[in-house]
């Protein structure tokens, strides 16, 4: 088993040391664009702007890029067109009947429809890989000790991140050597061995928990967890050409919301 | 199931979050007060956040070839019961959006209300329940891990189907469909996340059984019995 | 010498286990280098767990810096504060995000304000080569980073006492060096330290004093060469002799007269068999290579690779941290990062000249062994020191 996390890109990238917030506006920003835009335009600028954004500027590989929107999209795929056959408005494109009770049509009002929600989700999800490839979440601690996010909810999720990378190591190694003596021939053997090693795993989970508390408390436990680092330089020119960039953005979206690409706006 | 980053549109993006956030606010608050009398547990519920991530980034031997992962909170609802698994299951959620691109951040919202709170939730009473009328616990746990995918995926459709009503039918006939289509995957997903579940009590109480008493799951002299049933 | 750690008579079992320890007893020095060796299961590590307290004996008392452990809170935090100890395995013992937050753990609950956190964290990872890697997450390093993080986290609590248990598991050779010769920095520094291992190659040169233990009683205790050079103990101990040993009791087997002081390095061994070859004593030319002495705390550091070049020097160390790491800003290559003195010594004998890089209270130790040598074998080994020269012109 090969696991790549996104994390692990995003602390080597060449925006890392970028301040987070500049990084999490502008990706947060393109999401609710997309997500309110009425049409497809203010979506399409930036989906074309942000993956050059993470392309060029944080220097991802365009391949890799290509592969991670897959996954998704395909699954936006799918449930588009469940919307498409159903969400109809405007002038048909064709019917066809499904047995006697069922009419499975295609009209121009749920074609728009199913091409807006599937532009939302693509610029929406490269948004996300925006601020997933680019903003490492180490460096959203101490952000989030700056909007007073709860102390034990921050302690948290510190504590939940390390653990991840502890955990996945053992699984990968578990999985490998599970893999080596072939037990995920079948789909029972599958099942068998991929419960012995959520089980092994879950016993690890407790002994790495009685190890962490002993660890601890070995240097002096007191309740307070690890301080957040917060040395990013924030770029304040570079903040205000972000917001520019959304506030165009949104006036784009605004304007064009009656956009549609088959027959007419209604 | 997660729905993916721009696939809700306003409100109902908004609506979610504003539905889930009281209950993981409500799982947060139980979270301080149980962590002031024990902080011990902090520890022990930071692993068990990587578990459920670990658990859920892990792919599942599928029936139909796609990519399935189990959700894991059916054993954080078992074990933590539901509050804190909301409140894990949220974090966990934040992180498989920005770490596998599983889900969004305005999505966060329905899928924490699927995932995290309403699954667990009907996991964690039907397996508390059963167990009360002393039910086969592998059966109980088989059931308990597969009504809590089944319910999730269930809101999951129920979500996109408020989202995107049919214009013939209706919020119904938009649900059927959302619900069939992703019958074909998420109903094998179920069985064989409720079969691992049963692998996965089996190997925990053949191996460290007092894992199982110290979290209350089981009674000493129910896994006296269950152990029994083992060995035959 | 006042002793830090006593411990008298104690006894421990697991709840629901067999007897751990049986009635041990034995004293630590202030300053001293321990090695608690054992074969896998003697009890060494719920031995060292009860040095901070984690675990409390069943029976008898510990004693630190003169008054019994009380197991209090506050007592044990004040304890663990001066016993630092470093785990088995990293992975346990690291617990935060970033290196910085992970090294900071310890002085942000012992109440240090920001700025102290911030100096102390600093001065910690320098001390373990470690400066630059702040922001890094831990699951990125390899395993020696990671052991040195483990240290730096308790190095910034500022301990008298540094406890490790199997300091070299899991570690490849390079790294095995590096971590032993970071305790020995930090053994410098005035520390206490003691190690748990059942690698009697790395305890034997190491280590001041052993103890032997098996099976939860200590089976002997003494300086190395007593405990090690004993074939009958080191077998019931279910461990080996170390090499040198067992080469030195072979040859002695066959004539070689014993000597006052045991082999504790291939150059020690080398310098026996010079001592004891009759052959080799007269043909032998006395003259010897000179070892150049190089502070890096005082000279400029562009200036050494000049140094290098109008010198004949055939082999160049360097000693701790600091030094290793302006060679690799400078893009010095090393020949040699650990047991440099005595490395270097052979060099000497050989008619070659060597360079030392090293600081501060390593220079001590350069001039001490070089001392002890020219004593043991008769011979006029110099070092130059080059800084001394270079401030003087």
Same mark, same amino acid.
């Given at each position: ?90 002038? @048909? ?14 009209? $121009? %009002?749920? !074609?728009? /429809? =199913? +091409? ?51 955990? @996945? ?14 037990? $995920? %021939?079948? !789909?029972? /053997? =599958? +099942? ?75 | ?232 | ?393």
């Amino acid at each position: 088993m090969y696991y790549e996390f996104l994390e692990d890109i995003a602390q080597t990238n060449r925006l890392r040391d970028l301040h987070p917030l500049i990084k999490i506006i502008l990706g947060l920003g393109c999401i609710l664009i997309s997500v309110s835009s009425q049409s497809i335009v203010a979506p399409l600028i930036i989906i074309i702007t942000i993956s050059f954004a993470t392309i060029f500027l944080a220097g991802i590989d365009f391949r890799f890029y290509l592969k991670l929107l897959l996954i998704p999209l395909g699954f936006a795929v799918l449930s588009v067109i469940v919307i498409v056959f159903m969400r109809n408005s405007g002038q @048909i494109l064709f019917s066809y009947p499904l047995g006697d009770w069922f009419l499975l049509t295609v009209s $121009y %009002g749920s !074609l728009n /429809e =199913g +091409i807006l929600i599937f532009s939302r989700v693509f610029a929406g999800m490269c948004s996300l890989f925006f601020i997933s490839l680019t903003t490492p979440v180490t460096e959203t601690f101490g952000l989030a000790v700056r909007c007073r996010i709860p102390g034990e909810f921050i302690d948290l999720s510190m504590l939940i991140y390390r653990f991840i990378f502890v955990l @996945i190591e053992q699984a990968a190694q578990i999985y490998n050597a599970q893999h080596m003596r072939l037990g $995920y %021939g079948n !789909l029972k /053997e =599958g +099942i068998n061995s991929f419960g012995m090693m959520a089980g092994a795993l879950f016993i690890n989970t407790w002994n790495a928990a009685e190890n962490l508390i002993m660890a601890m408390d070995s240097r002096c436990y007191d309740g307070r967890f690890a301080m957040p680092d917060d040395s990013a330089a924030m770029s304040f020119p570079l903040l205000c050409l972000v917001i520019v960039y959304l506030m165009v953005n949104t006036g784009i979206a605004v304007y064009t919301s009656g956009f549609v690409l088959f027959g007419v706006a209604y | 199931m997660h729905i993916m980053e721009g696939f809700l549109p306003s409100p109902w993006w908004q609506i979610w979050w504003i539905l889930a956030l009281p209950c993981i606010i409500y799982g947060f608050y139980k979270l301080r007060s149980i962590l002031k009398e024990n902080r011990e547990l902090l520890p022990l519920l930071g692993v068990a956040g990587g578990f459920i991530f670990v658990l859920s980034a892990l792919k599942l031997p599928s029936v139909t070839g796609s990519c399935s992962h189990p959700t894991g909170t059916a054993l954080s609802a078992i074990t933590f019961g539901p509050w804190i698994t909301a409140v894990l299951g949220f974090i966990v959620l934040l992180f498989q959006a920005l770490f596998i691109a599983h889900g969004g951040i305005t999505t966060l919202g329905a899928n924490a209300m699927s995932m995290a709170i309403v699954g667990p939730v009907v996991g964690y009473y039907v397996y508390k329940g059963l167990d009360k009328i002393n039910f086969n616990f592998f059966a109980n746990v088989f059931i308990a891990a597969f009504l809590c995918d089944i319910v999730t995926y269930c809101v999951t459709s129920l979500e996109l189907a408020l989202a995107f009503p049919a214009t013939a039918g209706g919020f119904v006939a938009s649900f059927g469909a959302f619900l069939g289509v992703f019958a074909l995957t998420q109903l094998p997903l179920a069985i064989i996340e409720g079969l691992v579940f049963v692998v996965i009590f089996k190997y925990i109480i053949m191996l460290k059984p007092e894992l199982l008493i110290k979290l209350k799951v089981l009674s000493e002299e129910k896994m006296k019995k269950v152990q029994g049933e083992i060995e035959e | 010498m006042n002793n830090i750690i006593e411990i008298k008579n104690i006894s421990y079992k697991y709840p629901n286990g067999p007897d751990a320890l049986k009635n041990i007893s034995f004293s630590i020095g202030k300053g001293e280098k321990i090695a608690l060796v054992g074969p896998n299961g003697a009890g060494k590590s719920t031995l060292l767990l009860m040095l901070n307290g984690m675990i409390k004996p069943d029976l008898g008392e510990i004693h630190f810096s003169g008054s019994p452990v009380r197991y209090d809170r506050n007592n044990l935090r004040e304890l663990r504060r001066r016993v630092g100890f470093v785990f088995q395995n990293p992975d346990s013992q690291i617990i935060a995000p970033t290196v910085f937050q992970d090294v900071a753990f310890g002085p942000v609950n012992l109440g240090l304000s920001k700025d102290e956190i911030k100096s102390v964290v600093g001065d910690a990872l320098s001390a373990v080569g470690l400066k630059g890697f702040e922001r890094r997450p831990p699951h990125q390093l390899s395993g020696g980073e990671k052991k040195r993080v483990a240290m730096a986290g308790i190095l910034a609590m500022s301990p008298d006492v540094l406890v490790f248990d199997e300091p070299t598991s899991a570690l490849d050779p390079a790294g095995s060096e590096d971590i032993m010769e970071l305790l020995d920095e930090m053994h410098i520094d005035g520390r206490t330290i003691i190690i748990s291992t059942h690698d009697v190659e790395l305890a034997y040169p190491w280590a001041d004093r052993v103890i032997l233990i098996q099976e939860g009683e200590i089976l002997a205790e003494g300086t190395s060469g007593e405990v090690f050079y004993n074939k009958s103990l080191v077998k019931s101990a279910k461990l080996s002799m170390p090499v040198l040993l067992d080469l030195y009791d072979g040859l002695v087997e066959r004539g070689m007269p014993e000597s006052d002081n045991l082999p504790k390095s291939i150059l020690d061994f080398i310098h026996l068999l010079y001592a004891n070859s009759s052959d080799i004593r007269n043909t032998e030319n006395m003259d010897c290579g000179i070892i150049y002495l190089v502070d890096a705390d005082r000279i400029n550091p562009g200036e050494i690779k000049s140094l290098i070049s109008s010198l004949e020097i055939n082999g160049i160390g360097a000693m701790g941290s600091k030094a290793k790491m302006m060679a690799d800003i400078e893009k010095i290559e090393l020949d040699y990062t650990y047991g440099v003195i005595d490395k270097c010594l052979l060099k000497s004998i050989n008619r070659k000249n060597s360079m030392i890089i090293t600081t501060a209270g390593m220079i001590k130790r350069v001039y001490d062994r070089v001392l002890e040598f020219n004593q043991e074998s008769m011979r006029d080994i110099t070092i130059r020191n080059c800084t001394e020269i270079n401030t003087k012109l």
